[in-house]
C-alpha cells in the first residue's frame, strides 16, 4: 500500500500538484471572464430566473428541467469537498487554503459557464431517446480532436471511481464508524445495494432523487453549521482576518499546526476548490447537457450559480465553523493512518521556535529544503505500548505526535518495531495518540463546539451521509455516459457492476490514499477540458451573442 501511495503521489506531482495546474485552472477562469465581461456577475439574477422557469418551453428537448439539472449536478458537487474538503484544505493550508477556494470558485464561476453551454450545445440523443453530452462531444464535433475527446472520456470514468465514488463512501463509512460504532463495511454494503438501485433507473430516476434529496440535505446542515458559529461568533471576525492576512504570505504556525508556505497554501486551497465545485473539470457539463432546451447559452448561465452555492456558500460556511472553533490547531485523541505518519531522527517540539521553522520546511519544500529534518530508519524497542527511545521523533497527520501508544490486536505491544525511510513497516501495529486530524475527523470536532454540544457531530454524519451518497448517484451518470461515448450502451451495465464494487471496497480503505487518487483523477479530467474550451473560445462568444439576440428579439414579439 504504501507504494502505491507513493505512485499515485509521484503522479499527482505531474498533474495536479505541479506548479502549473493552479495558474492554468484559475487563468482560463480568469481569461474567460474578461472576454465574456465577467458573466459570473452581469447574468447572475438572469440565471435564477432561468432556473426557476420563467423561460422555459414544453416543447425543448431534452431529459430534464432546469432545476433537476442543476440539482443533479450540485448532487455530484456537493458531497464530500464541502464537509471533508474544505477541513483537508484548512488543515494543510490554514486560513490562507480559505481564501484560494474562493478565488477557484468566483472565476470557476465562469469556466463553468462555458464548459457547459458548449457542451449543451454539441450534445447527442442516444439510441435510447435520451441525451449525452459533455467536453468529449465538443472535442470530436467541433474541434475534431477525437484523440483529446477520449482522453477525456477514459479519464471520466477512472475519475468517477477516483472522485466521485471511493471519497464519498469512505468518508461516510469513516463518519458513521465515529458517529454511531457502525462497521464500515456494514455501511459500505448497505448503501452500495442501494446506490444500484437508484442508478439502474438512468437519469430521471437520479434528477427525481436529487431535486428532492440536495434542497434538504443543504438546510440540515447549514443549521448545524450556524449554531457552531453563532457559539463562537467573537471568533468570526479574526477568522475572516487570518484568511485575508495569510492569503498571500502563507499561514504562520499556531498550536500543533506547523504552518504552510504561500505556494503550498494556494495550491491546496485551488485543488480543495476543484475537488468541492469541479469548475473547469468538466464533469457537471454531462449532467447539465441532459436540462430541456433550445439555447445551450441559458444552461450555461443556470450552472454558473453550482461554485457560488457549493465553494463561496456551503464550502464558508464550513470553513468558518473550523475556523472559529479553533479546532484546526489542537490535537485530538485518534489512531493514525500510516500515510499520515512519519518518523524523522532526532527530538523535535512544536514548542520550540527552532524547531517549528525546521519541521516547516521539511512539511511544506516536499524535501527540497528540509531544514536539516532526516528520515529515520531503524528499530524501535517498545514495551508496555510506549517507545523506549528519544533519537526519534514521530510526525503524524503533519504535526508531532503527542501520548504515543502500540497497539497490536487491541492489547498494548511490546516488542520491537521497524521503520524504513520514515515509515512504520511492522505490520498490524496499530498506532495512536494526539495529532492534528483533518477532513471529516476535522469537522465532526469542530461541530461539537457549537450549541448542539456532542450532538454536532451526529449533524457531519447524516449531512455527510446525504451530501456523498447523493455524489456517487451523480457520478455513476457522468461514467456511464462517458462509457456510451466509448464503448457504446452495452458497456453501461459491466460499468455499473465495477462502479458499485468500487464503491463497497473503498468503505474499508486507508482514507488518505483515497483522497490522494482523488487528486490525480480530478487533474485528468481538467487539463483536457481546459485545452479543449480555451481553443472554442470565439465559438463560445458567437454562442453567447446569438443567445441575447433571440432573447431580446423574443422579448420584444
Known sequence: MDAFSDLIQLLHSYLGGHAFFPYLLIGTGVLFTLYLGFPQIRYFGHATRVLRGKYAKDDAPGDTSHFQALSTALSGTVGTGNIGGVALAIYFGGPAALFWMWVTAFFGMTTKFVEVTLSHKYREKTADGTMAGGPMYYMEKKLNMKWLAVIFAIATVVSSMGSGNMPQINNIAVGMNESFGIDKWITGAVLAVVLSMVIIGGIKRIAHFAEKVVPTMAAIYIIGALAVIFANLENIGPSFLSIFQNAFSGSAALGGFLGASFAYAMQRGVGRGLFSNEAGQGSAAIAHASARGKEPASEGMVSLLEP??????????????????????????????????????????????????????????????????????????????????????????????????????????????????????????????????????????????????????????????????????????????????????????????????????????????????????????????????????????????????????????
Open 308 to 557: 457560488f452555492i457549493d465553494t463561496i456558500v456551503i464550502c464558508t460556511i464550513t470553513g468558518l465553523v473550523i475556523l472559529s472553533s479553533g479546532v484546526w490547531t489542537e490535537k485530538h485523541q485518534n489512531n493514525f493512518d500510516r500515510a499520515d505518519m512519519t518518523y524523522v531522527q532526532g527530538s523535535y517540539s512544536d514548542k520550540d521556535a527552532k524547531n517549528v521553522n525546521q519541521l516547516f520546511h521539511y512539511l511544506n519544500t516536499e524535501n527540497e529544503e528540509d531544514g536539516g529534518v532526516k528520515e529515520f530508519s531503524g528499530s524501535i524497542n517498545v514495551q508496555n505500548g510506549k517507545a523506549i527511545s528519544n533519537d526519534f521523533t514521530l510526525i503524524a497527520a503533519r504535526s508531532v505526535a503527542e501520548d504515543v501508544t502500540y497497539y497490536l490486536n487491541d492489547e498494548v505491544y511490546s516488542g520491537s518495531i521497524e521503520i524504513k525511510d520514515g515509515k512504520l513497516s511492522t505490520e498490524d501495529v496499530v498506532v495512536s495518540g494526539k495529532s492534528l486530524v483533518h477532513s471529516v475527523k476535522l469537522t465532526s470536532e469542530a461541530f461539537k463546539r457549537g450549541f448542539f454540544g456532542d450532538w454536532g457531530q451526529y449533524i457531519v454524519s447524516i449531512g455527510l451521509l446525504l451530501f456523498a451518497f447523493s455524489t456517487a448517484i451523480a457520478w455513476s451518470y457522468y461514467g456511464d455516459r462517458a462509457m456510451i461515448y466509448l464503448f457504446g450502451e452495452k458497456s453501461v451495465l459491466p460499468y455499473r457492476i465495477v462502479y458499485v464494487s468500487a464503491f463497497f471496497l473503498a468503505s474499508i480503505i486507508d482514507s488518505s490514499i483515497i483522497w490522494d487518487v482523488a487528486l490525480v483523477t480530478v487533474a485528468m479530467m481538467t487539463i483536457p477540458n481546459l485545452v479543449g474550451i480555451l481553443l472554442l473560445h470565439k465559438d463560445m462568444k458567437q454562442t453567447v451573442v446569438k443567445y441575447w439576440e433571440h432573447f431580446d428579439k423574443n422579448q420584444s414579439d
